[in-house]
């Protein structure tokens, strides 16, 4: 528990925000509040007339004060990280005098937090500034590489067409997934020369391209309307359906600069059975996806089939792919060691996907860049999942009479049902059980297999808000 601290052991209510951050923790000073009772929705309405440019400051203080009051009234008394046990909170709120909207405005106004949040970021980048731009440097090297073939050179139409694909749908992203392979070369390589790292972020870039190639995919069969902060690209010019040849075309893009880069390595086969196999797996989740929300049928939204969409559709090519890759290229050849890591990277892979399932429904669209399909198109997400199992017959009713309709009053109900039902409050316990889940299970992985690349790798995700 990382929020409440107190000067004495009364049970009278206050709010404590409790920054965790990777190496340090810095507490905001307690602030007692009088006069308004303390809950969610309270809280929720407060920041979300806050000012758009602090919304980063916005999103955490959104969860540790949700966080906060879920956990007083879950339970008489909570322990802390250090084990201390925290004092008892009275059930009934009791009424006090002064302002909950006013310290909250305060708290999140603080340049202090902004500047810490923003310290914060940084710090969990995979790659630091120079390595992040000798990644990023090479981008247009290998969009000239693909572009300007001797062998295709009569078609110029089509060679500037593809260089308009690339440049809109490849470089706008976070790049975490090209990133985490260059880093995890890093730690596993036992020659870190020059070429070989400039390779790894070759190899990173192919990991992009195959990315691309499932966003501009899934945002067409999604109905998407943004991506990236931008259109998504069937909506640019009016292109529609016909953008799928261009995702076709992204992910053909992998091998012809596999094949320049690669074909003397003696791991080059490794990489093409790699990238196949991840392709076909995240097909196959793709497909599961599609077609439970095509069916509609919510009986078949439990939590098994969520797990297997989760695993194949996201988990295999955003985590075991980019790290698969690296120990191809870097000589690990132990059926154990890869599977020890496979087992721990898809259970990353779990509690992003669930993370990207919040934030559909509840992120701020300024910072994922994207509107929110899930409900309208009656996905199985988490949050669905989830409902559907805490649900009494009466918000089943309302879930099967309003969920995967693309009506925006029928998405209210759901929103709104979900917040009657505590679903955010489950997701930050969740959030929060997983992350210690995983870092336990990584500090019980072989020597063989470096530690810091995974604590690296999760928290880079955790209590992320895009």
Same mark, same amino acid.
């Given at each position: 528990m990382r929020f409440v601290r107190t000067e004495d052991h009364t049970v009278e209510p206050m709010v404590a925000i409790l920054y965790?951050? *990777?190496?340090?923790?810095?507490?905001?000073?307690? *602030?007692?509040?009088?006069?308004?009772?303390?809950?969610?929705?309270?809280?929720?309405?407060?920041?979300?007339?806050l000012p758009k440019n602090i919304h980063t400051a916005k999103d955490y203080l959104m969860s540790d004060a949700i966080y906060l009051h879920h956990k007083c009234h879950k339970s008489s008394s909570?322990?802390?990280?250090?084990?201390?046990?925290?004092? *008892?909170?009275?059930?009934?709120?009791?009424?006090?005098?002064?302002?909950?909207? =006013?310290?909250? +405005?305060?708290?999140? @106004?603080?340049?202090?937090?902004? =500047?810490?949040? *923003?310290? !914060?970021?940084?710090?969990?980048?995979?790659?630091?500034?120079e390595e992040r731009a000798d990644f990023d440097a090479l981008f247009p090297v290998l969009v000239d590489d693909l572009t300007g073939s001797k062998e295709l050179q009569d078609m110029p139409e089509t060679n500037r067409w593809m260089r308009k694909v690339l440049e809109y749908n490849v470089p706008f992203g976070k790049q975490n997934r090209g990133l985490s392979l260059a880093l995890a070369y890093r730690y596993l390589a036992k020659d870190l020369s020059r070429d070989n790292i400039q390779l790894s972020y070759v190899l990173g870039w192919c990991v992009e391209f195959l990315q691309a190639f499932f966003l501009v995919a899934d945002d067409i069969m999604d109905s998407s309307e943004t991506r990236r902060g931008r259109l998504c690209w069937y909506k640019v010019d009016g292109l529609g359906a016909t953008a799928f040849n261009d995702a076709v075309l992204l992910e053909a893009s992998v091998y012809p600069i596999l094949k320049k880069y690669f074909r003397e390595k003696e791991y080059y086969a490794d990489l093409l059975d790699i990238f196949h196999e991840a392709t076909f797996k995240t097909s196959y989740g793709q497909s599961l996806d599609t077609r439970t929300g095509l069916e509609k049928r919510l009986e078949t939204y439990t939590v098994d089939r969520y797990a297997a969409i989760?695993?194949?559709?996201?988990?295999?090519?955003?985590?075991?792919?980019?790290?698969?890759?690296?120990?191809?290229?870097?000589?690990? +050849?132990?059926?154990?060691?890869?599977?020890?890591? !496979?087992?721990?990277?898809?259970?990353?892979?779990?509690?992003?996907?669930?993370?990207?399932?919040?934030?559909?429904?509840?992120?701020?669209?300024?910072? @994922?860049?994207?509107?929110?399909?899930?409900?309208?198109?009656?996905?199985?997400?988490?949050?669905?999942?989830?409902?559907?199992?805490?649900?009494?017959?009466?918000? !089943?009713?309302?879930?099967? =009479?309003?969920?995967?309709?693309n009506d925006p009053e029928k998405i209210e109900i759901i929103k709104h049902l979900y917040m009657d039902m505590g679903i955010p409050e489950l997701y930050l316990d969740f959030e929060e059980q997983t992350y210690s889940t995983i870092n336990k299970h990584i500090e019980q992985m072989s020597p063989s297999l470096p530690k810091r690349l995974f604590r690296d790798m999760i928290d880079k995700l955790y209590r992320r808000s895009s």
């Open positions: 965790s951050f *990777r190496c340090e923790k810095f507490h905001i000073k307690v *602030r007692k509040i009088r006069g308004e009772n303390l809950n969610g929705k309270k809280i929720k309405s407060v920041i979300n007339c909570s322990t802390s990280a250090s084990g201390s046990t925290l004092p *008892r909170v009275a059930s009934s709120q009791p009424q006090f005098g002064g302002g909950l909207s =006013e310290l909250i +405005r305060k708290l999140v @106004t603080s340049q202090k937090v902004v =500047e810490t949040y *923003r310290r !914060r970021m940084e710090e969990t980048k995979l790659l630091g500034k989760v695993k194949y559709k996201t988990s295999y090519y955003s985590f075991y792919l980019p790290v698969s890759l690296a120990m191809a290229m870097a000589g690990v +050849r132990d059926n154990k060691t890869k599977e020890q890591a !496979r087992t721990l990277l898809l259970e990353m892979g779990h509690f992003f996907q669930v993370q990207d399932d919040y934030l559909d429904c509840f992120g701020d669209t300024d910072i @994922t860049g994207k509107i929110g399909t899930d409900i309208a198109d009656c996905k199985c997400s988490w949050l669905v999942v989830a409902a559907l199992q805490k649900a009494n017959p009466a918000q !089943r009713h309302i879930i099967m =009479e309003n969920y995967g309709q």
